[in-house]
């Protein structure tokens, strides 16, 4: 067997234990035999380019790591992965801005795979009032930026639970995508500070229907939930890796105090 059969056989099982599934989980979701399956993956069968994608979208592996297994199988990759600034993306990228724009006065950015910047809006200005402008050199990271003791969480009010929020977040989508860059990020946000525990966990509240960010901006508290928009069946790389974070006050009082922000 070649290295390149092995390899894929690897890459196949690799991400079949990342998502949790035994080989008759994943034989059944593909309607292939077990034994078909244990070929591929011990490298004695070379499965086909279209048996490779068919494995990936049971396995809902994203279209980067997709690319890379057709690769190890020895076949071309099918995603195309273009800058943002290409011709082709300039659709995407104007609907990203309608997005972000249509969302004022409420805060909104986009983001990429590693969690960097690619565009906020107007309302997310005051947001920002105090933090280094070291931590706004380009590339900006906005989970670094959230939880660094000179960015934005020394104005988080519920530090320590949105820091565990965030980093669970980034901790399941590091499991979903296998990305050592965000293995690396998770590592260094662990070594940020905390905010202060509140004793015993304390219950929830039963007519929450999200945990909030809750962020002093001057005087006021003001209190966020927020929402994660991708776009729908992408077919190109980078276009499936771009999110809209969107957050929404979560309170009158909130609503009141970013309206008058942006008209001041």
Known sequence: MTNTQNSVGDLIREWRTRRRMSQLDLAMEAEISQRHLSFMESGRSAPSREMVLHLAEQLEIPLRQRNQLLLAAGYAPSFSEKPLDHPSLAPAMEAVRMVLKGHEPYPAIAVDRHWNLIEGNAALGPMLAGVDAALLEPPVNVLRLSLHPKGVAPRIVNLHEWRSHLLERLKHQNDTAGD???????????????????????????????????????DDVLSFISTITVFGTPLDVTLSEIAIESFFPADEETAARLRCLAVQ
């Open 180 to 218: 050592p860059v965000l293995k690396a990020l998770e590592q260094e946000l662990l070594t940020y500070p905390d905010g202060p525990r509140q004793g015993r966990p304390l219950q929830a509240d039963p007519l929450a229907i999200a945990h909030p960010l809750r962020l002093r901006v001057g």
